[in-house]
């Protein structure tokens, strides 16, 4: 890969064949009208972001949503084709079960797709049902089975914690099906669910998750995982050796990245920017040449420098010994080693809690959204980690 620090791009895909009960992100199943000009309207940004604004080679991209797979292949290549990239640039792309069949899958490798994510949820039909997924168990042992034989060697699977319904049996029967697959996923994302105002979940109490389920099952998670060659990577993700999300990696090290499309979130150097958020205002901002920005911010040396310890925190990697102070409240959630405060899995689970014990030069903070938002760097993310939060979508 050539010289010089990580750059991103990200790309949000707002289509959707149907929306899941827990979703409250920038997504929409009834305006696959506009695929084709919302694609000519990204590739326009992109020209402005790689000309006018000096936007380098990105040495990742990542297609969320939404549902990218949702797009035809031949769209998404298109997009991904005008996306300077440097030589051997990872390139991730979301993808429902239902759509992973082989032809897509062949035309996105063709093209320089690297990696798959697929999002699966859970393999148990009842939990699935729950969430509002459309997809079934067969479906997702099937994609699974299409993307090892599509030729990638990286690929992910999302699973969520919490579903109506769920047991700890379910639980354990949805990350054995997953670890028994002939190919099993070497990327493996575990995110709690979130109950979201003004979705369907939020309108059904009896469908809430509990918060010390959640709990007890992530701990299960991780021994399972770890047990089957897997470390944590960040709070909410596990990975083999050598298949670590470099994508990701750039929002956890606080890097630059360049978001494309409706809610797409960007960041340069501490300035953060967010586009208009429906894919309507989005194509006809850009058809009538007008800018796309929704909203900006720009943070201090000092909101910098705690959000950059902030995130390196959920991380494996955590944070020097002098960023935390030594405190009672803080013994059995964080192990000291090599100079380094790294969170146990008992942290993670309280992970918010510890991050306000951080310690910078000075007294400013940034709040926990705009921390989830540099975090998540992007409009579509899925669900959040046990302490986790979401960006904002503009």
């Known amino acids: 890969?050539?010289?010089?620090?990580?750059?991103?791009?990200?790309?949000?895909?707002?289509?959707?064949?149907?929306?899941?009960?827990?979703?409250?992100?920038?997504?929409?199943?009834?305006?696959?009208?506009?695929?084709?000009?919302?694609?000519?309207?990204?590739?326009?940004?992109?020209?402005?972001?790689?000309?006018a604004e000096g936007m380098p080679p990105a040495s990742s991209v990542f297609f969320g949503g939404g549902t990218p797979s949702r797009l035809p292949a031949d769209l998404l290549v298109e997009i991904l084709e005008a996306v300077p990239k440097r030589p051997g640039a990872e390139v991730t792309v979301e993808c429902n079960p239902e759509d992973a069949d082989p032809a897509r899958l062949a035309a996105y490798r063709a093209a320089g797709v690297t990696r798959i994510s697929l999002g699966v949820q859970s393999t148990v039909p009842h939990v699935l049902a729950g969430l509002g997924r459309r997809h079934g168990s067969d479906q997702a042992v099937?994609?699974?089975?299409?993307?090892?034989?599509?030729?990638?060697?990286?690929?992910?699977?999302?699973?969520?914690?919490?579903?109506?319904?769920?047991?700890?049996?379910?639980?354990?029967?949805?990350?054995?099906?997953?670890?028994?697959?002939?190919?099993?996923?070497?990327?493996?994302?575990?995110?709690?669910?979130?109950?979201?105002?003004?979705?369907?979940?939020?309108?059904a109490p009896d469908r809430h998750p509990d918060?010390?389920?959640?709990?007890?099952?992530?701990?299960?998670?991780?021994?399972?995982?770890?047990?089957?060659?897997?470390?944590?990577?960040?709070?909410?993700?596990?990975?083999?050796?050598?298949?670590?999300?470099?994508?990701?990696?750039?929002?956890?090290?606080?890097?630059?990245?360049?978001?494309?499309?409706?809610?797409?979130?960007?960041?340069?150097?501490?300035r953060r920017w967010w586009n208009v958020r429906t894919p309507d205002r989005y194509v006809a901002a850009v058809e009538a040449g007008r800018p796309v920005l929704s909203g900006e911010e720009v943070l201090s040396d000092e909101q910098?420098?705690?959000?950059?310890l902030a995130l390196s925190l959920r991380t494996r990697l955590g944070v020097p010994l002098d960023a935390l102070p030594d405190h009672p409240e803080l013994e059995g959630l964080v192990d000291h080693s090599g100079g380094r405060a790294v969170l146990t899995v008992r942290g993670r689970l309280l992970a918010n809690a510890v991050t306000a014990r951080l310690r910078t030069d000075g007294p400013a903070r940034v709040g926990a959204q705009a921390v989830g938002a540099a975090a998540a760097g992007r409009a579509g993310a899925r669900a959040t980690g046990p302490a986790g939060t979401m960006p904002p979508d503009a």
Do not use: K
Not at 304 to 308: K, L, P, S
């Open 1 to 51: 890969m050539s010289a010089g620090p990580p750059y991103g791009v990200y790309v949000h895909i707002p289509f959707c064949r149907a929306r899941c009960d827990y979703c409250a992100f920038a997504t929409y199943t009834d305006r696959d009208h506009l695929m084709e000009s919302y694609v000519a309207a990204c590739l326009v940004e992109l020209a402005r972001a790689s000309g």
């Open 142 to 203: 099937e994609a699974a089975r299409a993307v090892a034989g599509a030729g990638f060697e990286s690929w992910s699977m999302d699973l969520i914690i919490g579903g109506a319904g769920e047991t700890d049996a379910d639980w354990e029967r949805s990350l054995d099906d997953v670890l028994g697959l002939e190919s099993p996923p070497p990327h493996l994302s575990a995110y709690s669910l979130t109950v979201e105002p003004g979705t369907p979940l939020a309108a």
């Open 211 to 270: 918060d010390d389920t959640q709990a007890g099952r992530y701990e299960q998670a991780d021994r399972i995982l770890s047990r089957n060659g897997y470390r944590w990577e960040e709070i909410s993700n596990w990975a083999r050796p050598g298949h670590e999300c470099r994508h990701n990696g750039l929002y956890w090290d606080q890097g630059d990245y360049r978001g494309i499309g409706s809610a797409a979130h960007s960041h340069r150097r501490g």
């Open 304 to 308: 910098r420098r705690f959000e950059a």
